[in-house]
């Protein structure tokens, strides 16, 4: 009888760490209770519901720019971020997909202000208004990233960017050339962190661009 016992206890066993190696190969991230947490938390909805409105923003009032900003600088800059922003929005997009989170492709009230605000302008002052606007959210996408990645990886280094007037690549400072997502062990929330850890670079670079772009307005209004 102890004999049987014993064999019934080794196959469990052996079942046990089969179901946990095809866990593990499947790419299930195993949290202290030994299952795979593949549950989105109430951080992860915000989160992907706040930066899809945030990156659709930014296209919104960035296509508009293409048509109506008066700098050449300016204009491909809007460009860049027409095209930038659409490619991480597609890609959050999948990971929306993939966990069931809802991604809107709509602008909030604020942002439709902005638009309208920002459509009434003319010339000069519209460049300056959308230039500010995009400082003001691309300092917000940033921080809300940083929230996503692994804090060691932010420090500062060296980053190619390219100059939005020239095509050409600069060497600026930037927070992060190569960052890596905060780990996590829910399946949901690792692959959100890993879009922000990838998104993050070209958000910084953009931000610094605009920032200069700034500069470049404000040297051309006092001449």
């Given at each position: 009888m102890k004999r049987i016992c014993f064999?019934?206890?080794?196959?469990?066993?052996?079942?046990?760490?089969?179901?946990?190696?095809?866990?593990?190969?499947?790419?299930?991230a195993i949290g202290t209770s030994g299952r795979a947490d593949t549950e989105a938390s109430s951080g992860d909805k915000n989160f992907v519901r706040d930066v899809?409105?945030?990156?659709?923003?930014?296209?919104?009032?960035?296509?508009?720019?293409?048509?109506?900003?008066?700098?050449?600088?300016?204009?491909?800059f809007a460009q860049m971020m027409v095209d930038d922003h659409t490619a991480a929005g597609d890609k959050l997009s999948g990971v929306a997909t993939q966990n069931s989170l809802e991604a809107p492709a709509d602008v909030d009230d604020a942002h439709r202000g902005l638009h309208e605000k920002l459509a009434a302008k003319q010339g000069l002052d519209f460049d300056k208004d959308y230039v500010d606007a995009m400082i003001d959210d691309h300092q917000k996408l940033v921080d809300k990233l940083e929230s996503r990645i692994d804090k060691a990886t932010l420090s500062n280094r060296s980053f190619d960017d390219k100059d939005p007037a020239t095509g050409q690549k600069n060497q600026v400072d930037?927070?992060?050339?190569?960052?890596?997502?905060?780990?996590?062990?829910n399946v949901v929330t690792q692959r959100v962190n890993a879009w922000a850890a990838e998104t993050y670079p070209t958000a910084?670079?953009?931000?610094?661009?605009?920032k200069a772009l700034k500069d470049t307005l404000k040297k051309r209004s006092t001449d």
């Open positions: 064999a019934s206890m080794a196959i469990a066993a052996l079942l046990t760490a089969g179901c946990n190696r095809n866990n593990t190969a499947n790419g299930g899809s409105r945030m990156n659709a923003a930014e296209i919104d009032v960035s296509r508009l720019a293409a048509e109506r900003a008066t700098s050449p600088d300016v204009k491909k930037v927070k992060a050339q190569s960052v890596l997502p905060e780990k996590s062990d910084w670079a953009h931000l610094k661009s605009v």
